[in-house]
Every structure is written in structure tokens, then in C-alpha cells.
């Protein structure tokens, strides 16, 4: 006997209805951090495309303004300056998002920076540093956010780890180990909430064609041969785009995933396959 897809649905009791038109995100509010630069910016602009409120946060307020200005978004765009290395600051963007659209219905976590330093030579302001942003941010704004999302019946959230939280790279330590935090808070807040109809997923994004990666090259000894040396790890023969990261984001952000909590999402062209 064949099963059709509608009683496929109906046995499993499942009511997923989907709409890949556009308008994916038609009637959201997606506060996004770190949205003056690289991947950020780019789920910016797709989730606008996609019908969101964005309300998006960044410590860089000139490049934000900036970015705000060139966009066409007949007021679904909402800037706010915050260094979100500091928990009042996580807390007031919360605040502050619920004030400008009246709720929140995603929270993407992407703002980060990188450290690269031997071990022996990371002192405590670096490792400071690196875990506030990566990692401590996530922790304030999701226990700011997600009480608001329980209240609402809903709602997910999307924290950037990275592959390098799933495989390790010298010189590395204090970034990998900031990344590793992401990934164990996600899953463990995913457990927690999964009754409450709030998703909680990692995206981990392997070399992407972004001024943070590009930073990175530019420390090293020859810059060129750098970045010849990070796309030979990439089966795919290129590093990502950061267009190719929100594309991802906005699928985890959408309707559609219904059964996607505590994962760990690898986009990285395949690097970590080898
Ligand atoms: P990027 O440097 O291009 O952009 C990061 C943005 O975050 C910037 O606009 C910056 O101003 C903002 N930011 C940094 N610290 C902040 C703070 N304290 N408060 C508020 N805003 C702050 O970086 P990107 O490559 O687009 O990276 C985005 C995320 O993806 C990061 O979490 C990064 O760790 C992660 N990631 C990137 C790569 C990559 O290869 N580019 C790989 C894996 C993971």
C-alpha cells in the first residue's frame, strides 16, 4: 500500500506547512548581532528580502549607521550600538528591541571576534576578551530573550559556533574553546525549552570570505600564501560567501526546521570532512 504525503503527516501527527515563497519570515522580529560587517550584514539583507523586522546590533556604530542608511526598508530596519562584551548591553538591546517592534521572535546570535595567539602568550584580557563576545553574549541575550519568547509561545534562536568548536586548528585555543562553549550552551538551553516551542540550534560556518578571515590572513608572515593555504583545505575549492551562511540562518530561522533542536549545523564547503 502506498502512503501519500498528506497521510504521512496526518499519522505522525505533524502539521508543518510550509510557504517557500517569499515572505519567509513575513510578520518576525529578528534582532541580529554583528550585523555592521561580514555574515551579519548579509542576513541582514536576506532577512529583509524575506519580509523580517530586523533590529540589528553591532559595537562598530558608524559602519551601522552607515549600513542602515544604504537600506531600503521603509522602516523594518532598526540600528542599535552596543558593545555586547558587556551584559547591561545585551540586556538593553533585548529591551530595546521589544520596545521598537514589540516583540522578538528570533534571536541570531552572530556577532564574534577572532584571537589568534599561541597558548603560552594568551594572557587574561585576551581570553576576557574573546569569551565576553563569543561566548558571554550569547549566554545574556538568550537568558534575556527567551523568557520574552515564552511569553509569546515561541520563538528561535540561532548561535554562531563555528567548525573550529567541532575540530581544533593551532594558535587557536581561546577562540576554539569560546566556540566550544556556544555549542554546549545551545544544546543544553535546547533540551531545556524544546516544550516551550522555542528552537535552539548552533550554526557552525567553516571559512567564509569575511574582514574577520581576512584579518586573520593578514597577520600571518605572507598574507597571499595565507589564504592559497586556507582555500586548499576547502574541498569545494573556495571559501564560503557570507550570503551562503544566511541562507542557512534563514532556513533554521523559518517555520520549516520544526525538528531541529540543540543541533550543530557544519557549512564549511566540506572542509571538515577530510
Ligand atoms: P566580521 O568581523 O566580518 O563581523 C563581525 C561583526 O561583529 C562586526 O561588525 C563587529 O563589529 C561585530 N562585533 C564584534 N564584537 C562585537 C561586540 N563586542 N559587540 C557588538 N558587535 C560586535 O566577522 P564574520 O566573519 O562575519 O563572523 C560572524 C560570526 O561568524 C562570528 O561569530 C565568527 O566567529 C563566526 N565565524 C566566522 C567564520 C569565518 O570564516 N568568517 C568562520 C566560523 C565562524
Known amino acids: 500500500m502506498m502512503f501519500s504525503e498528506q497521510d504521512f503527516i496526518q499519522q505522525n501527527q505533524c502539521c508543518v506547512h510550509v510557504e517557500w515563497a517569499m515572505g519567509r519570515l513575513d ?13 551579519g550584514r548579509s542576513a541582514v539583507e536576506l532577512f529583509l ?10 559595537r562598530n556604530e558608524a559602519a551601522g549607521q552607515a549600513l542602515a ?3 531600503d526598508a521603509a522602516g523594518r530596519f532598526h540600528f542599535f550600538a552596543a558593545d555586547l562584551a558587556e551584559e547591561t548591553a545585551c540586556r538593553r538591546a533585548v529591551e530595546q528591541c521589544c520596545e521598537t517592534y514589540g516583540r522578538i521572535d528570533i534571536l541570531y546570535n552572530n556577532a564574534g571576534v577572532a584571537i589568534i595567539e599561541p597558548f603560552p602568550s594568551t594572557d587574561a584580557e585576551m581570553l576576557e576578551r574573546v569569551m565576553a563576545v563569543n561566548f558571554k553574549s550569547v549566554f545574556y541575550l538568550c537568558q534575556q530573550a527567551i523568557p520574552k519568547m515564552q511569553q509569546q509561545g515561541g520563538g528561535v534562536v540561532i548561535n554562531t559556533a563555528s567548525e573550529l568548536a567541532i575540530v581544533a586548528q593551532p594558535l587557536y585555543a581561546a577562540y576554539c574553546a569560546s566556540k566550544g562553549a556556544v555549542l554546549s550552551l545551545t544544546r543544553a538551553l535546547a533540551l531545556e525549552y524544546a516544550r516551550d516551542h522555542i528552537r535552539i540550534n548552533a550554526l557552525c560556518p567553516g571559512p567564509i570570505a569575511t574582514p574577520m578571515l581576512q584579518g586573520e590572513f593578514d597577520q600571518a608572515v605572507d598574507p ?9 583545505t576547502m574541498p569545494i575549492g573556495r571559501l564560503g560567501d557570507p550570503a551562503e551562511i544566511a541562507q542557512v540562518a534563514l532556513f533554521l530561522a523559518s517555520d520549516a526546521p520544526v525538528l531541529m533542536h540543540g543541533a550543530a549545523i557544519v557549512v564549511d564547503g566540506g572542509k571538515t570532512i577530510i
Not at 27 to 39: D, F, M, R
Open 27 to 39: 510578520g518576525k522580529v529578528a534582532l541580529i548581532t554583528g550585523i555592521a560587517s561580514g555574515i
Open 49 to 58: 528580502a524575506e519580509s523580517a523586522q530586523v533590529f540589528g546590533v553591532d
Open 224 to 232: 597571499i600564501q595565507a589564504k592559497a593555504e586556507g582555500i586548499a
Open 69 to 71: 542608511e544604504t537600506l
